[in-house]
């Protein structure tokens, strides 16, 4: 386990910059007001911020169940909000689930399988750009050089921040290389980002169009940092961090409510994947498919728009871009996936995805060891090696730490989820593949990023 105090040095300097901040903003500590319903509205589109959570589990939020008490502020949108119980990103790692998240589209679809080695195709329609040719204002707040410009994302965004800062100390020190990639900063905390959101938002306030905002948080990523005086029982650095991120949300969340622009804002927030922290004696993610990696955080929150509810269904992050547009009534012709809305009730569905399709390629790519892929068909996940043939059934609902393998005792379950499995197993393609050598200094940084 890798720790560093990132505020050793600056935290005095910091703390001027966000008191500045604050009286600039008017931001104080509010009251908030989530259960509101009677409220005016506008007539035009809401404002819409997307939040992904980067590497954070279901059980460290409260709205999961958690005691911890690390999440106060993601708990209170998630208690006026819709909460999808079972969502799971197909690939455990940042771009891949991201460009899915940004795109409606599937790992098969977008073909983007790892980290720094795969870029999104511009041919490819993202959110941002449909919105944008909805009339909104996009901006993007990015706390990794994983999703740097570079990788693809930034397409329809009008404000692309992704500029790192060399104030965490890090594996990779200045100007080195990660991925092929010269790096200056690979990360930036969640109080630097939530800064340059609140920046944004201020200073737009004269411009008439709703907007798009994604803001991304990165720091439950390896290597964990110490945080004091955070909330709840953050014994360990990585619940300190899902906590430090939580705090700066609230941050957020309180600007939104004190320029009363939570009133007409559609909030969405999600995980990009989870973490294993010893479960099956694995650390890190992007290497397997448990649940503690695969699965994700969704909350749809929308005061006076969504009535509050928890959805006990399975499904891939792919529905977020064709749900959007279904909460906010536009013909949606650009995303592939179906959203989580139904039309004919006017409310969310319960039905699901009957099967969603997992992957975990990176040992494969990086080492040429084996594929691991598997699929998820209600309460049933299959887990498959292709180098071995080795196949693993779980009951997730019954087992959800997945301990208990089920292959030999429901053989005719396995064999049809192993044939269901083959029938959606995309191809690697010659042109989108990028394997390389790994040489030592390289791998020594994948390794401290959790990666290999």
Not at 131 to 160: H, K, M
Not at 367 to 375: L, N, W
Request: proline share 4%.
């Amino acid at each position: 386990m890798h720790l560093v105090d990132r505020r050793a040095e600056s935290t005095d300097i910091r703390s001027r910059s966000r008191v500045v901040l604050h009286l600039l903003l008017g931001v104080a500590a509010l009251s908030w007001s989530c259960a509101r319903t009677e409220v005016p509205r506008r007539t035009e589109p809401p404002h819409i911020i997307l939040v992904t959570l980067d590497t954070t589990r279901q059980d460290r939020l409260g709205a999961y169940g958690s005691t911890r008490g690390l999440s106060p502020n993601l708990d209170r949108i998630a208690r006026y909000g819709v909460v999808v119980s079972s969502p799971r990103t197909q690939v455990p790692l940042t771009l891949p689930s991201h460009t899915t998240i940004m795109t409606g589209m599937t790992v098969a679809e977008h073909g983007v399988r790892d980290n720094g080695t795969y870029r999104v195709s511009d041919e490819v329609s993202t959110l941002a750009e449909y919105l944008a040719n909805c009339g909104y204002a996009t901006a993007a707040f990015i706390s990794s050089f994983v999703l740097d410009s570079r990788f693809g994302l930034s397409q329809g965004f009008e404000v692309y921040d992704d500029e790192m800062t060399d104030e965490i100390p890090s594996v990779l020190d200045a100007t080195q290389t990660w991925q092929g990639h010269e790096v200056d900063g690979f990360e930036r905390g969640a109080d630097v980002t939530t800064d340059k959101a609140l920046k944004w938002l201020f200073r737009r306030s004269d411009d008439e169009r709703p907007f798009f905002m994604w803001v991304h948080y990165y720091d439950p990523h390896k290597p964990y940092m110490r945080h004091e005086n955070v909330p709840g029982k953050a014994a360990r650095p990585y619940d300190q961090e899902v906590a430090y991120v939580d705090m700066h949300f609230g941050r957020l969340l309180d600007y939104l409510d004190h320029t009363e622009l939570i009133r007409d804002c559609l909030i969405v927030v999600a995980s990009d994947h989870g973490e294993n922290l010893g479960e099956h004696g694995l650390e890190g993610h992007g290497t397997d498919i448990y649940d503690f990696s695969i699965k994700t955080v969704l909350i749809f929150h929308f005061p006076g728009r969504l009535r509050a509810k928890r959805l006990s269904m399975s499904t891939g992050m792919d529905v977020i871009p064709s749900t959007v547009s279904q909460i906010l009534g536009f013909e949606n012709g650009v995303f592939r996936s179906n959203g989580l809305f139904d039309d004919l009730k006017g409310d969310f569905s319960e039905v699901g995805q009957p099967k969603i399709y997992l992957e975990a390629m990176l040992p494969f790519l990086r080492d040429g060891k084996s594929q691991i892929s598997g699929i998820v068909d209600g309460e049933f996940k299959l887990v498959h090696y292709a180098d071995d043939e080795r196949t693993l059934l779980f009951n997730v609902k019954r087992d959800p730490k997945e301990l208990k393998d089920l292959s030999t005792q429901l053989p005719e379950r396995t064999r049809r989820m192993l044939e269901d499995l083959e029938k959606l197993v995309p191809e690697f393609s010659s042109d989108r593949v990028k394997r390389k050598d790994l040489d030592d200094e390289t791998r020594s940084k994948l390794e401290a990023l959790g990666y290999l």
